[in-house]
T-cell receptor, first 113, second 115 residues
Framework: AQSVTQPDIHITVSEGASLELRCNYS??????LFWYVQSPGQGLQLLLK??????LVQGIKGFEAEFKRSQSSFNLRKPSVHWSDAAEYFC???????????FGAGTRLAVHP | NAGVMQNPRHLVRRRGQEARLRCSPM?????VYWYRQLPEEGLKFMVY????????ESGMPKERFSAEFPKEGPSILRIQQVVRGDSAAYFC?????????????FGPGTRLTVL
């Protein structure tokens, strides 16, 4: 069965520091991969997605993610974190066909000034 | 351009009552998805609907839960005889068509509390 693992439940970084959020998936073929961000009390906003092609994907708000087939990973990165990036981040897999997304449990990011 | 709208944003019900959650997709979107987010968990797929059709309800509990997306009006997620375990955030998403090439746009969610 398809699954998504986000090993880090909480991460705290200092403003201006770099960030990497981990995501591992389990799926037989190359899945469609997504990162979403959820601010408190809000819905989810798509940061970036990977379908095929270049394994380094650029998204909004300065985020990028790299697909590594050999590691079944799709880690999210940002070179310099801003206080406004504090939120919960979800990695998701689309197993194919229509839009039925499978989400990881999320990583809650706190940013220290 | 209005995004996906959900109402109410917060809903409190006592055990045994019914909960009705509404979702108005973005203009021009005919595909709706419902997800449930339990505390400290990620979102779990519940059901995928097109206008007047349920396409995939594999994530819906077998009893008490139902969903519809009529030709006119919002999509409705209905929970009968709610129990405490139904307390969660329920998110609706919409897309212009099916297929993973189309981004899902999420609403702000309805937070259901069952007393």
């Amino acid at each position: 069965a398809q699954s998504v693992t986000q090993p880090d439940i909480h991460i705290t970084v200092s403003e201006g520091a770099s960030l990497e959020l981990r995501c591992n998936y389990s799926y037989g073929a190359t899945p469609y991969l997504f990162w979403y961000v959820q601010s408190p009390g809000q819905g989810l906003q798509l940061l970036l997605k990977y379908f095929s092609g270049d394994t380094l994907v650029q998204g909004i708000k300065g985020f990028e993610a790299e697909f590594k087939r050999s590691q079944s990973s799709f880690n999210l990165r940002k070179p310099s974190v801003h206080w406004s990036d504090a939120a919960e981040y979800f990695c998701a897999v689309g197993p194919g066909g229509y839009n039925k997304l499978i989400f990881g449990a999320g990583t809650r990011l706190a940013v220290h000034p | 351009n209005a995004g996906v709208m959900q109402n109410p944003r917060h809903l409190v019900r006592r055990r045994g009552q019914e909960a009705r959650l509404r979702c108005s997709p973005m203009k021009g979107h005919s595909h709706v998805y419902w997800y449930r987010q339990l505390p400290e968990e990620g979102l779990k797929f519940m059901v995928y609907l097109q206008k007047e059709n349920i396409i995939d309800e594999s994530g819906m509990p077998k009893e008490r839960f139902s969903a519809e997306f009529p030709k006119e009006g919002p999509s409705i997620l209905r929970i009968q005889q709610v129990v405490r375990g139904d307390s969660a955030a329920y998110f609706c998403a919409s897309s212009p068509s099916g297929g993973l090439g189309n981004e899902q746009f999420f609403g702000p969610g309805t937070r259901l509390t069952v007393l």
